[in-house]
């Protein structure tokens, strides 16, 4: 079988998308021609014709809105943000319309709207290229958001997202654009919404997602040379977390370790230390630790690699687990 | 570079003898002719018309009086715009769609939308009950100019599904985008201009042009009159007398037309006057004088119509009498239905969040439930 | 000594903050002649003109920008949104620029602006008028983030606000706007980044901020009519949370409640909870309970009550934390 | 109301014969009268622009060798666009501020900042090294608009500072606002001209029209002339041959004045165009076509100063040599200050968040020191 690309097969969920239903558009700053600055949509239009492959004008709040009038219209708008940095000048639009169309109207306007936002750091940018917003739409009441870590998830997170009938914050982790990986087509993908046991193990459970998984099973590696097992789980939906696999893993390991490129403060680790400590208090034999990014923003990239949770720092927090 | 002189950019006043100013009737309720727009109504539709804005202006009366006995917790009225809701309103086709702000109630009115639906958002029992499909009317917009990229997208789609330009008129469909004076200054609305303009989206950004934006005068939002906004994005604007509803019908079905054409966007301005207070909350006497109030009194939206109408055939003192017993009867309707009206439950809103529920939200609904019936033991 | 409501407490810390300082600008929608639709600025135009109290275009994302201009000039805006739900077109020049300006200039361009944003429900509005979006502010590194809660607090930390050199997002929660207390202004205030014990107690420790305080305050007194002594404290700063008064209480009490009314899902409730937990493990005879909105939006406001944490879902988990 | 003939609005199409165009120095170097601007500058001081524009580009160059060398994250290439840069620079005072994108190398080098600065920022050493009161030249904004806002901003603070209009020609000062043509489509730029017009700011609005925004072309942003724009908002919108070094001072120093007169904004639209890449990630040949660009290689900025230069007498081959050397010289310093440019360390990051730092923080900052002095041992 192919090796294939996370990028390339973001590209074919994508068409595939397009060939099952002819409702579904995409849009954005140079979706087109280009096929976006990271080929994500290349060729699509050449394909699909620019009726339903939009170069848009450059603002983010109008690709959202008009997304919104093309929903309402009986349209499937797949929205690409170029870099995770630019998501916010649309933001107005995501948290007080795609969000809340769907309850405002009591469910009369659906809005199968899809955020492709590349998002992280770790590719030597300048600033706000390397963001992880991720939170704050999960702290979104009437979004969905996963984020993808692997090619074959990719693939069929992305269709799961188009084909769903409320909007989608897709995030997808540029750093891992180039990595491959077999997808085999006949292999039934697991549902959108549920987190999975990447790796397992008995003594800490790891938890992470997007670009962060690469570098858990990483981590996963290095420390079952010093005879430590690590269960790493790809958290895959940050809202609705799907908490069933987490709660299962911590009461076999009692120790946890959140990671991801966030700001602690207020990440997704908050939130999963939070419900962990709430659903398996007694089972936990040490604090929930999370590691991720400092309460600065995200630097200079030549300090990135230091400010960035890496092998040593997941292996850090695994070892002060299991002291405490 | 002349400098520009301030003066000669800023344009009319407003008044109803300014060239810029598209006008049909005057304040006397005297017809005038206008080179490039004429509405094709005859003195029954005309009387048509009347009926509406009467009505409009009754259920925004009977709201007001429902928010002061505490059964609204909020009302935006239109008083003094019904002209402007309703010549574009009756200008629409079936197949048309509106965008409004939270204060088209005359429009509501022309899609047929229930006025209960208006004033259970106000209650505070719904964001909106109507259905935006089935009327061609969107839900109201409370985030200032979102709307119009909304319109501009919806009106992108109505190109994708061939109901633009087709030559089929009874197929060819246009936007309306309603917004403020004071919502131009939003960066949402000049995008939206910018995608209708790029995208030749056939989509009308119908302002209406109060002169207000609750404290704020006109000045604050532009130096110069708001349809000339249009000229810096390449398409046409036009100023209408907001006040006349013969003006505001033409010239919408103008715009409207050029639109379902596929020859792009048009901006209306109607200039028109927040006869009332912003909303029920605000209290403009302590930002504006009477003499303006005073000054617009007399250029009424109803009044000229009425006095026109008293000059043809099409209406008798049945007639009015007849309007007035709707709109006695409509109030009634608005009063009661109001009253009436059933609280929601809070459990239901767990089940509107998404189309497909999440285990989450499920399951924090069961958990409220169960607290919730904790403590009907207690009573 | 007169009493006071927290509205005019802002307003004549506003009149002290400008009086003190000829840098000091106010900016928003409204807020001239009609001194702001809650008349938190009522009267400063007439007494400090038309250049210093600005009625600005309908904008938001116009306000901040022009603001952070402002302040590369060596002003001091304050800036007003008018209710919380229409801080998000500005949430791009506050979260990319405002928050970062100092870092990226390594502190060449200090960021003087407060952000004022009347928050939360309880007041029968229709919808947008009753957000809590205070996370997404504290999720940001670069900003501070601090909520009132009575008067007094108010006419001393706006002046504090204005006064920093750093960004500050400073909730006022408007339904409690036209609570009076008495302010004697001669006694000194607690800085503005500290939280403080309003109540003390030893069964249980209720932690909340803004509007919330008077509820848990309220029922504290409930709970200690049925023999239950509640400590409560209002945390005051969000960004940066003062952990100090919190970890000491939590130490006596073993059990930790923390109430808000922004939704759960990854609100502040989240970040403190797994605070405690990393801080307070042994401590803990309860995982930290969470009373707060659910994952929906703000609802219509004839439910909003029942939506809403009231004194009996305060007490309910406090039953809950003590029954672990 | 009457269609718009797109054909009428649309304008001219660039070339330098057309009237719309202000251009005062011909691809082929002879100088063109203009009825409203002349360049207050003598043949020496032309001189001196060549060696602006040289070195610039000499910057430039060398800048994105460093890149391909892997010295540079990314570069972001002026190339073309020198003249509109070192034109409205040079047309800047010192008490003047300018708002740059992350392409304004060329006002960067007008406003005394080293080089080197800016390959700090695209190596990833700093976010912009330089000290934005002491030059005059903010830092570098990479979203898009944004600093349009920023720039409307600290022109109300001059006139707050009363250093508008004030006659005192030392003191009073404005503000140039720098974007590019796909910037012209942002919510932000489009309140700046809002807020610029009515409280009549003192900034020129510069936008660089490249004709693309990475692989859009200028039509995906608008549908007639860019400087059209101000049209909608009320204030003057010149365009100018975005080449020409000569037209774009003089059409610069015309509207800085006025800003600095107290009569308000105007719009700048230098017709230009990016001869390479977006930036140095981006591959122009996916989207645009060769012949294009030669058109355009045609009307290269420094070829007609160089061109005009020969017919006079300030500018002998000794100059053009001294140029070239002090153009070798610099691609050194610029080089050789790359390669020995410090890295940054991670534990400053710490101290430049807040001017007053937070518990929390330095915390932080402790912990994770001693986690990374923990590893000293290892080594
Ligand atoms: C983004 C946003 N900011 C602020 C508000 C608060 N607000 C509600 S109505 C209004 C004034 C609107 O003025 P205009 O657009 O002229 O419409 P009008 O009310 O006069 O019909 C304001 C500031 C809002 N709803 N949305
Ligand atoms: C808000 C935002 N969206 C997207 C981007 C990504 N981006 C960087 S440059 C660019 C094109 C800018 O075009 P233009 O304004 O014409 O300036 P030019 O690069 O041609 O100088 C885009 C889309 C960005 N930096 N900011
Ligand atoms: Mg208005
Ligand atoms: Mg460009």
């Known amino acids: 079988m192919a090796q294939i690309t996370m990028a390339k097969a973001l590209t074919n969920g994508l068409r595939a998308a397009m060939e099952a239903d002819p409702t579904v558009l995409i849009m954005g700053e140079d979706v087109g021609k280009l096929g976006g600055v990271f080929r994500v949509t290349d060729g699509l239009q050449k394909d699909f014709g620019e009726e339903r492959v939009i170069d848009t004008p450059l603002a983010e709040s109008g690709i959202l809105g008009t997304a919104v009038g093309l929903a309402m219209r009986g349209y499937r708008p797949v929205c690409e943000i170029q870099f995770d940095g630019f998501v916010y000048p649309a933001y107005d639009q995501i948290v007080s319309q795609v969000a809340k169309l769907h309850f405002r109207s009591q469910g009369k306007l659906p809005m199968p709207i899809v955020v492709r936002i590349p998002f992280g750091g770790g590719i030597g940018a300048v600033e706000h290229h390397s963001e992880s917003p991720e939170a704050q739409f999960a702290h979104t009441a009437g979004l969905k958001v996963v984020a993808v870590a692997n090619p074959v998830d990719a693939y069929w997170m992305i269709q799961q997202a188009v084909a769903s009938d409320d909007p989608v914050v897709f995030f997808e982790p540029k750093r891992r654009y180039w990595e491959k990986a077999e997808l085999d087509e006949s292999v039934e993908p697991v549902p959108l919404h549920s987190s999975r046991v990447v790796r397992e193990g008995n003594d800490v459970t790891v938890l992470t997602y997007g670009p962060m998984v690469k570098t858990a099973l990483e981590a996963a590696i290095a420390a079952s040379e010093e005879g430590r097992s690590l269960e790493v789980i790809d958290l895959r939906t940050l809202s609705p977390l799907d908490m069933g696999p987490v709660a299962a893993s911590v009461r076999k390991t009692g120790h946890v370790v959140v990671v991801h490129e966030a700001v602690v403060n207020l990440g997704m680790g908050a939130e999963i230390a939070a419900r962990i400590s709430e659903s398996c208090f007694y089972s936990l034999e040490a604090p929930v630790l999370r590691v991720g990014g400092f309460d600065t923003p995200y630097p200079p990239s030549r300090v990135e690699e230091e400010y960035l949770p890496d092998l040593d720092r997941v292996l850090d927090a695994v070892d002060r687990s299991l002291a405490f | ?379």
């Not at chain 2, 009366?61 to 928010?67: H, R």
């Not at chain 2, 934006?213 to 398409?235: K, M, V």
């Not at chain 2, 007035?324 to 009206?341: F, I, K, N, P, S």
């Open chain 2, 1 to 379: 570079m002349s400098d520009p002189e301030l003066g000669d950019v800023f344009g009319p006043s407003g008044d109803g003898d300014d060239p810029e100013l598209v006008q049909l009737l005057t304040p006397e309720g005297e017809r005038r002719e206008h080179p490039d727009y004429a509405a094709d109504l005859d003195d029954e539709a005309i009387a048509g018309l009347y009926r509406d804005l009467v009505l409009t202006r009754r259920i925004d009366t009977e709201a007001t009086a429902l928010q002061r006995q505490g059964e609204l917790g909020i009302w935006a009225s239109l008083l003094g715009q019904e002209a402007a809701q309703i010549g574009s309103g009756r200008a629409m086709l079936p197949q048309d769609f509106a965008f409004p702000t939270y204060r088209e109630h005359g429009v509501a009115w022309c899609r047929g939308v229930d006025p209960l639906y208006l004033l259970g958002l106000f209650r505070g029992v719904d964001q909106g009950g109507w259905d935006p499909r089935e009327t061609g009317f969107g839900l109201y917009t409370i985030v200032i100019g979102a709307q119009t990229l909304h319109a501009t997208g919806y009106a992108m789609g109505l190109q994708r599904d061939g109901v633009v330009g087709s030559g089929d008129e009874s197929r060819d469909a246009g936007v309306i985008a309603y917004f403020g004076d004071g919502a131009t200054s939003q960066g949402d609305v000049n995008e939206a201009f910018i995608w209708a303009s790029v995208f030749n989206a056939p989509v009308v950004f119908f302002c209406q042009n109060n002169q207000w934006a609750i404290s704020e005068p006109i000045e604050r939002q532009t130096r110069i009159p708001l349809y000339q906004r249009a000229l810096g994005f390449g398409f046409p604007g036009v100023r209408v007398d907001g006040n006349d509803v013969l003006a505001c019908y033409a010239v919408t079905q103008a715009a409207l037309r050029r639109a379902r054409e596929g020859s792009g966007p048009t901006f209306v301005e109607a200039y028109t006057y927040r006869m009332g207070a912003h909303t029920t909350s605000d209290d403009p006497t302590r930002y504006r004088l009477n003499d303006e109030l005073d000054r617009w009194k007399a250029k009424d939206p109803i009044a000229r119509v009425k006095a026109y109408l008293h000059t043809t055939t099409a209406a008798d003192d049945q007639f009015f009498e007849g309007v007035e017993q709707e709109a006695d009867e409509l109030a009634t309707h608005v009063r009661e239905g109001c009253l009436g009206m059933p609280d929601p439950h809070v459990l239901d809103i767990f089940d509107q969040v998404y189309a497909e529920q999440t285990p989450e939200l499920a399951e924090q609904k069961e958990q409220y439930a169960a607290y919730l019936s904790s403590f009907e033991g207690a009573h």
